[in-house]
């Protein structure tokens, strides 16, 4: 639960202060691994990774001072994949624009795609996803869901259930 950075064999749980919400827009369509890799470039070169490595270090710090806005707009600024990857995603610009133009902080992919998320101030996620709704083109058949942070987990809710 939480924001968790992992790193090597480790993990580091940030804090997170409530003010973060998250807008998930996920296809009906799927995306294999394999065709997600495939775009890539097979190296890059040292300026390429010495940016990838400056953004990382931003958001790291962004995400451990609660700084989201910083953390949504260096989210959109990946190098390594989403330049590659978002050619695969033909709906990209439409949740771009339309999660900029509703209030979000920033958008990206999740994980290799299709999904894509966005942060935005949590006491606005459900304005927000409205706005989205009713700007972006429902051809492109996205389930668009507005959460916040779980603390707690999926795994300590499930035993708190029982």
């Not at 300026?47 to 989210?75: F, H, Q, S, V, W």
């Not at 051809?139 to 507005?146: E, S």
Request: with cysteine; hydrophobic share 40%; aromatic share 6%.
């Amino acid at each position: 639960g939480g924001i968790v950075l992992f790193e090597g064999d480790g993990f580091e749980r940030i804090p997170e202060n409530g003010a973060a919400g998250f807008i998930l827009f996920i296809p009906g369509s799927t995306l294999s691994t394999q065709k997600s890799r495939g775009v890539l470039p097979s190296g890059y070169d040292g300026n390429t990774l010495e940016t990838a490595r400056r953004l990382e270090r931003g958001m790291i710090k962004a995400l451990r001072e609660c700084d989201y806005e910083k953390a949504g707009a260096l989210m959109q600024k990946d190098v390594l994949h989403q330049p590659y990857r978002k050619s695969l995603v033909p709906y990209w610009d439409d949740v771009i624009a339309a999660s900029a133009a509703a209030g979000s902080w920033g958008t990206a992919l999740s994980g290799a795609g299709p999904a894509m998320i966005s942060i935005c101030p949590r006491e606005a996620v459900d304005v927000i996803v409205r706005r989205i709704k009713m700007s972006i083109d429902k051809k492109h058949g996205l389930n668009i869901i507005g959460c916040g942070v779980n603390g707690r987990g999926i795994y300590r809710a499930m035993q708190e259930k029982r």
